[in-house]
């Protein structure tokens, strides 16, 4: 046993970047479940950490729409610094493994901090906790984000494997987000246990003698936290470098990487792609205060975002199982600007025909998260790509700056999504509605009384507000995105010859 821990942690090949052939299964096993270990915890931050901020510690919306913003600002300078630090970094481990063996400990335990039951502080003290919480987080997450997804087009040169390998990457991190629909459920059981540690808050439409939402909010994200970073930890023991590193000597600073970065026109449509279709995720953050509140009457969410996100991730996940095959025959650009427009219309029939009909809701979600998965796919090959287009181009190939672009898109959305949501939710005046309505559950659950409610006609408002946001503001999002692809101008058949000669090249250089 002692010796099975020492391995699990402390394992590495001598050679990070020896010549052994193409990765094992075994290797894309262990990366993937790194992968996924990596996104239940970014999933939990993304998409559950909103609805603490705003519900539990009771932060105004527009406060938590400037925390957004200010974090943004410190992510655009910190992912291209961190991306720059990946591709200057030579050691016996290889370019980006170093980052997975010491960052994803750190990062699950400052996931625990941001979820640290505040609520008695002074507003101005919980807004500065959450401030030096979020940046803490931001700046390790990033450590470790650029090099778990850039070690991608390290550990093959092979394009139809990297493909399948990125295809794979991310249906694993998609299924993270189903983390955040059995979120609640674990919430909810911890919550429901009396440690004596917290005050009862209790839970409207139930009948529970004790519940507290801080006790299950911070004991679920424990739980969560700590088997991500284990799971995520484990990429560094397993995987390999194969593409040679480039010389010291040959290291770019910061100013000629952003230099290459704007002379990469492929790397900016496709990221510009990313931005402009970034409210499309609004679905997912929104969509548990609709499920709570407008379907789940602030109680039961879990059996609402069961019903409404299991077909969306199942469709997406059958998408990103099928991308390979579906870019094979039509070609990625093809597919990415039919599923980019295809994408808008199940939301808008969602908006015209109202949430009365559950089904029709499951199966439009369906179709949009199968075409969503789609073009998930299609724009993380596209950057990969951009990488080797850079590298025939130039000789030069910075995987840590181009995949700091993936990373520094997925934390912008995140924050636009948050800042669109908490702006809308201020205009309806949702933090005092929600101050008011906490402050009834839990007196009446000190009563021993059931406290009933019935949000959609209480608060017609804030339920139009919410639909809105699940519906138009993405369909909007789903076709700005597709813009900037109509002249991304590499097709498959340029890339297999930039391949090819890469390969010749690297050949060359090695004898």
Known sequence: MKNAVKELFCKSWPDATKDIGDYSNKE??????????QNIIYAIIGSVLQVFYTDILLIPTIAVSAIMGISRVWDGINDIIMGTVVDKTHTRWGKCRPYLKFVPIPIAITTILMFLPIMNFPVGAKIAFVIFTFLLWETLYTLGDIPLWGVTSLMTPDEEKRSKLISAARIISSFGSIIVVGFYPIKDALGAIDLGLFENTGKANSDLAYFSEPQGYLLAVIAIALVGGILFRLPFAFIRERIVQAPKEKDTGLKENLKLMWQNKLFLR?????????????????????????????????????????????GMIIAMNRSTAFAKRFGKKKVYLLSSYLNAIPYILIFFTGYHNILFMA???????????????????????????????????????????????????AAITAIVTNLVFSAVNYTDTINTLTENIAAASAAGKDYVLDFASAYPEITSAMLVLITIIPAVGCVLQALPIHKYDLDEKQHAIILEELEEIRANHNK
């Open 28 to 37: 894309r096993n262990v990366y993937l479940a790194g992968m996924f270990g």
């Open 270 to 314: 496709a990221l510009a792609s990313n931005i402009l279709g970034c409210t499309k995720t609004i679905l997912m953050s929104a969509g548990i205060y609709f499920c709570k509140w407008v379907l789940g009457n602030g109680g039961n969410e879990t059996l609402w975002l069961v019903k409404l996100g299991g077909p969306f991730l199942v």
């Open 363 to 413: 199966i439009m979600l369906f179709i949009a998260g199968f075409l969503t998965g789609l073009t998930t796919v299609y724009n993380t090959t596209m950057i990969a790509d951009s990488v080797d287009y850079m590298e025939h181009k130039v000789g030069k190939r910075n995987d840590g700056v181009f995949f700091s672009g993936l990373n520094f898109t997925a934390k912008l959305t």
